[in-house]
């Protein structure tokens, strides 16, 4: 599977982008599609998983703000991400999953073998 991110960019606080995880050569909605993000020098951190096209997992910080959806038609996957805030400036990663990992470790970066380029979103204070 081949996995194409794309929509980061700059922001101000308060902001919002809508990321963007275009997939070819798997069905997304039949498997597990994250979005991770990495900060300098840090591993990269769960976001928010959306299974099957309709399980959505989110972290803490991303949730209430996030929102992880699929585009059946497009084979895609997005990250609406309302009221950012400085923190939340990273390169973000989709990642794709054959395997049906549980809640537990399907947050783990270490678990996805099949990543897309990172898109960087920055966002102002």
């Known amino acids: 599977v081949q996995l194409q991110a794309f929509g980061g960019g700059l922001v101000q606080t308060g902001g919002s982008l809508r990321l963007s995880c275009a997939a070819s050569g798997r069905t997304f909605s039949n498997h597990l599609i994250a979005w991770f993000r990495q900060f300098p020098g840090k591993e990269r951190e769960f976001v928010a998983g959306i299974r099957e096209g309709t399980m959505k997992y989110y972290s803490d910080p991303a949730r209430g703000r996030f929102t992880i959806s699929g585009d059946n038609t497009k084979n895609t996957v997005h990250l609406q991400m309302n009221n950012l805030k400085p923190e939340d400036t990273a390169v973000y990663y989709c990642?794709?999953?054959?395997?049906?990992?549980?809640?537990?470790?399907?947050?783990?970066?270490?678990?996805?073998?099949?990543w897309g380029q990172g898109t960087e979103v920055t966002v102002s204070s």
């Open positions: 990642a794709f999953s054959e395997l049906r990992l549980p809640s537990g470790l399907l947050r783990q970066w270490d678990r996805y073998d099949n």
